[in-house]
Protein backbone atom coordinates (compact mmCIF):
# COMPACT_ATOMS: atom_id res chain seq x y z
CA UNK A 1 0.00 0.00 0.00
CA UNK A 2 2.96 2.13 0.29
CA UNK A 3 4.43 2.02 -2.90
CA UNK A 4 3.96 4.28 -5.74
CA UNK A 5 4.61 2.27 -9.50
CA UNK A 6 5.74 4.29 -11.82
CA UNK A 7 6.05 3.62 -15.82
CA UNK A 8 7.70 3.46 -18.30
CA UNK A 9 11.22 2.53 -16.74
CA UNK A 10 12.85 4.27 -19.80
CA UNK A 11 11.17 6.42 -22.65
CA UNK A 12 12.97 8.21 -25.95
CA UNK A 13 11.24 10.86 -27.72
CA UNK A 14 11.86 12.94 -30.59
CA UNK A 15 12.34 16.85 -29.78
CA UNK A 16 9.41 19.07 -30.25
CA UNK A 17 7.32 15.59 -28.90
CA UNK A 18 5.37 14.90 -25.96
CA UNK A 19 6.98 13.30 -22.99
CA UNK A 20 4.17 10.93 -20.96
CA UNK A 21 5.35 9.15 -17.86
CA UNK A 22 3.06 7.70 -15.78
CA UNK A 23 2.45 6.90 -11.84
CA UNK A 24 0.05 5.01 -9.77
CA UNK A 25 -0.23 4.43 -5.81
CA UNK A 26 -2.52 2.43 -3.52
CA UNK A 27 -2.60 4.70 -0.58
CA UNK A 28 -5.57 6.76 -0.58
CA UNK A 29 -4.08 8.69 2.19
CA UNK A 30 -1.09 10.20 -0.07
CA UNK A 31 -2.13 14.31 0.13
CA UNK A 32 0.60 15.49 -1.83
CA UNK A 33 2.25 14.21 -5.75
CA UNK A 34 5.55 16.02 -6.62
CA UNK A 35 7.76 15.05 -9.75
CA UNK A 36 11.18 15.17 -9.57
CA UNK A 37 13.69 15.66 -11.95
CA UNK A 38 17.90 14.34 -11.93
CA UNK A 39 20.61 15.01 -13.84
CA UNK A 40 23.48 12.46 -13.49
CA UNK A 41 25.36 12.98 -10.54
CA UNK A 42 23.29 15.11 -8.84
CA UNK A 43 20.52 15.59 -6.32
CA UNK A 44 16.74 15.66 -7.12
CA UNK A 45 14.89 19.27 -7.88
CA UNK A 46 11.49 19.84 -7.48
CA UNK A 47 9.58 19.97 -10.93
CA UNK A 48 5.99 20.41 -10.73
CA UNK A 49 3.73 19.04 -7.79
CA UNK A 50 0.11 18.77 -7.03
CA UNK A 51 -2.14 17.66 -4.47
CA UNK A 52 -5.73 15.62 -4.83
CA UNK A 53 -7.88 18.23 -4.69
CA UNK A 54 -7.25 19.46 -8.62
CA UNK A 55 -7.12 17.37 -11.38
CA UNK A 56 -4.21 19.66 -13.21
CA UNK A 57 -1.87 21.89 -12.38
CA UNK A 58 0.33 23.48 -15.56
CA UNK A 59 3.62 25.06 -15.23
CA UNK A 60 4.95 25.75 -18.74
CA UNK A 61 6.25 22.57 -20.63
CA UNK A 62 4.99 20.70 -17.78
CA UNK A 63 1.73 19.30 -17.05
CA UNK A 64 1.00 17.07 -13.93
CA UNK A 65 -2.61 15.32 -15.04
CA UNK A 66 -4.17 13.63 -11.99
CA UNK A 67 -6.89 10.85 -11.25
CA UNK A 68 -8.26 10.50 -8.34
CA UNK A 69 -10.58 7.81 -8.99
CA UNK A 70 -8.44 5.94 -10.49
CA UNK A 71 -5.54 6.52 -8.02
CA UNK A 72 -3.21 7.75 -11.07
CA UNK A 73 -1.03 10.62 -11.71
CA UNK A 74 0.91 11.50 -14.77
CA UNK A 75 3.59 14.21 -15.94
CA UNK A 76 3.59 15.88 -19.78
CA UNK A 77 6.73 17.43 -21.06
CA UNK A 78 5.59 19.49 -24.10
CA UNK A 79 7.59 20.54 -26.97
CA UNK A 80 10.30 18.37 -24.96
CA UNK A 81 13.92 19.59 -25.91
CA UNK A 82 17.32 17.60 -25.52
CA UNK A 83 18.10 19.57 -22.20
CA UNK A 84 14.77 18.05 -20.49
CA UNK A 85 16.87 14.37 -21.12
CA UNK A 86 16.68 13.54 -17.23
CA UNK A 87 15.76 10.72 -14.80
CA UNK A 88 12.38 11.96 -13.34
CA UNK A 89 11.26 11.00 -10.71
CA UNK A 90 6.98 10.31 -9.01
CA UNK A 91 6.74 10.80 -5.72
CA UNK A 92 4.16 10.76 -2.85
CA UNK A 93 3.74 12.12 0.63
CA UNK A 94 2.24 10.79 3.60
CA UNK A 95 1.38 13.14 6.55
CA UNK A 96 1.41 9.97 9.13
CA UNK A 97 4.66 9.35 8.44
CA UNK A 98 6.84 12.41 9.00
CA UNK A 99 6.02 13.43 5.84
CA UNK A 100 8.11 11.35 4.09
CA UNK A 101 8.37 10.60 0.30
CA UNK A 102 7.52 7.41 -0.74
CA UNK A 103 9.33 7.28 -4.61
CA UNK A 104 8.99 6.21 -7.89
CA UNK A 105 11.62 3.62 -9.40
CA UNK A 106 12.35 6.59 -11.87
CA UNK A 107 12.03 7.19 -15.59
CA UNK A 108 15.28 7.49 -17.90
CA UNK A 109 13.70 10.10 -20.50
CA UNK A 110 16.15 11.17 -23.74
CA UNK A 111 15.36 13.21 -25.72
CA UNK A 112 16.30 12.84 -29.43
CA UNK A 113 17.30 15.94 -31.32
CA UNK B 1 14.74 30.16 -3.27
CA UNK B 2 16.08 27.40 -0.27
CA UNK B 3 19.30 25.71 -0.83
CA UNK B 4 20.65 22.85 0.76
CA UNK B 5 24.26 22.93 0.78
CA UNK B 6 26.05 19.27 0.77
CA UNK B 7 29.70 18.76 0.96
CA UNK B 8 31.93 17.14 -0.14
CA UNK B 9 30.02 16.08 -3.71
CA UNK B 10 32.71 13.34 -4.00
CA UNK B 11 34.90 11.60 -1.85
CA UNK B 12 37.37 8.71 -1.91
CA UNK B 13 38.23 7.14 1.30
CA UNK B 14 40.26 3.58 2.58
CA UNK B 15 38.37 0.40 3.72
CA UNK B 16 37.92 0.93 7.22
CA UNK B 17 38.47 4.55 7.88
CA UNK B 18 35.12 6.98 8.48
CA UNK B 19 34.08 9.83 6.22
CA UNK B 20 31.60 12.39 7.38
CA UNK B 21 29.31 13.94 4.79
CA UNK B 22 27.57 17.45 5.74
CA UNK B 23 24.31 19.12 4.95
CA UNK B 24 23.29 22.94 5.46
CA UNK B 25 20.17 24.47 4.73
CA UNK B 26 21.77 28.06 4.07
CA UNK B 27 18.70 30.37 4.15
CA UNK B 28 16.12 28.75 6.27
CA UNK B 29 16.09 26.72 9.59
CA UNK B 30 15.42 22.80 8.74
CA UNK B 31 14.04 21.67 11.65
CA UNK B 32 13.73 18.29 10.12
CA UNK B 33 16.59 16.35 7.29
CA UNK B 34 16.31 13.15 5.21
CA UNK B 35 19.50 11.24 4.40
CA UNK B 36 19.11 9.08 1.41
CA UNK B 37 21.17 6.41 -0.25
CA UNK B 38 21.17 5.76 -4.54
CA UNK B 39 22.27 3.04 -6.36
CA UNK B 40 23.23 3.40 -10.56
CA UNK B 41 20.02 3.16 -12.11
CA UNK B 42 17.65 2.85 -8.80
CA UNK B 43 15.22 5.39 -7.01
CA UNK B 44 16.23 7.15 -3.66
CA UNK B 45 16.32 4.72 -0.44
CA UNK B 46 15.71 6.83 2.49
CA UNK B 47 17.80 5.67 4.95
CA UNK B 48 16.97 7.91 7.95
CA UNK B 49 15.27 11.06 8.75
CA UNK B 50 16.64 13.26 11.78
CA UNK B 51 14.76 16.06 13.63
CA UNK B 52 17.00 18.95 15.07
CA UNK B 53 18.18 18.23 18.67
CA UNK B 54 16.93 14.79 18.86
CA UNK B 55 17.92 11.33 17.70
CA UNK B 56 17.37 9.87 14.10
CA UNK B 57 14.92 8.14 13.33
CA UNK B 58 16.49 5.24 11.01
CA UNK B 59 14.84 3.15 8.00
CA UNK B 60 14.59 -0.48 8.62
CA UNK B 61 17.66 -2.83 7.76
CA UNK B 62 19.80 0.75 8.13
CA UNK B 63 22.63 0.29 10.62
CA UNK B 64 23.14 3.35 12.95
CA UNK B 65 25.91 2.26 14.04
CA UNK B 66 27.37 2.61 10.92
CA UNK B 67 25.72 5.38 9.42
CA UNK B 68 25.68 8.49 12.42
CA UNK B 69 23.63 11.24 12.09
CA UNK B 70 23.86 14.27 13.62
CA UNK B 71 21.76 17.23 13.93
CA UNK B 72 22.45 19.94 16.40
CA UNK B 73 22.11 22.84 14.60
CA UNK B 74 18.81 23.91 12.41
CA UNK B 75 21.13 24.85 9.83
CA UNK B 76 23.46 21.35 9.98
CA UNK B 77 22.95 17.62 9.61
CA UNK B 78 26.14 15.05 9.35
CA UNK B 79 26.31 11.69 7.57
CA UNK B 80 29.31 10.09 9.26
CA UNK B 81 30.21 6.31 7.48
CA UNK B 82 31.87 4.66 10.42
CA UNK B 83 34.64 1.90 9.09
CA UNK B 84 33.98 2.49 5.51
CA UNK B 85 33.58 -0.88 3.11
CA UNK B 86 33.50 -0.86 -0.73
CA UNK B 87 29.90 -2.23 -0.15
CA UNK B 88 28.93 1.27 1.35
CA UNK B 89 30.28 2.91 -2.06
CA UNK B 90 27.09 4.62 -3.08
CA UNK B 91 25.62 8.30 -3.51
CA UNK B 92 24.56 10.01 -0.62
CA UNK B 93 22.16 12.49 -0.36
CA UNK B 94 20.64 14.73 2.60
CA UNK B 95 17.22 16.90 1.81
CA UNK B 96 15.52 19.30 4.19
CA UNK B 97 11.69 19.89 4.37
CA UNK B 98 10.70 22.95 3.99
CA UNK B 99 6.84 23.18 4.29
CA UNK B 100 5.82 20.03 6.33
CA UNK B 101 6.32 17.95 3.90
CA UNK B 102 5.49 19.93 0.65
CA UNK B 103 8.59 21.46 -0.01
CA UNK B 104 11.54 18.81 0.02
CA UNK B 105 14.58 20.56 -1.19
CA UNK B 106 17.82 18.34 -1.88
CA UNK B 107 21.03 18.37 -1.47
CA UNK B 108 23.25 17.86 -4.55
CA UNK B 109 24.76 14.95 -3.14
CA UNK B 110 28.23 13.10 -2.79
CA UNK B 111 29.77 10.24 -4.50
CA UNK B 112 31.40 7.71 -1.70
CA UNK B 113 33.99 5.53 -3.55
CA UNK B 114 35.39 3.33 -0.62
CA UNK B 115 38.55 1.37 -2.12
Known amino acids: QQQVKQSPQSLIVQKGGISIINCAYEN ?17 ALLIAIRPDVSEKKEGRFTISFNKSAKQFSLHIMDSQPGDSATYFCAASLMDSNYQLIWGA ?3 LIIKP | GAVV ?11 GTSVKI ?9 TTMFWYRQ ?27 KFLINHASLTLSTLTV ?5 EDS ?6 ADLDRGYGYTFGSGTRLTVV
Open chain 2, 39 to 65: FPKQSLMLMATSNEGSKATYEQGVEKD
Open chain 1, 28 to 44: TAFDYFPWYQQFPGKGP
Open chain 1, 106 to 108: GTK
Open chain 2, 90 to 95: SFYICS
Open chain 2, 5 to 15: SQHPSWVICKS
Open chain 2, 22 to 30: ECRSLDFQA
Open chain 2, 82 to 86: TSAHP
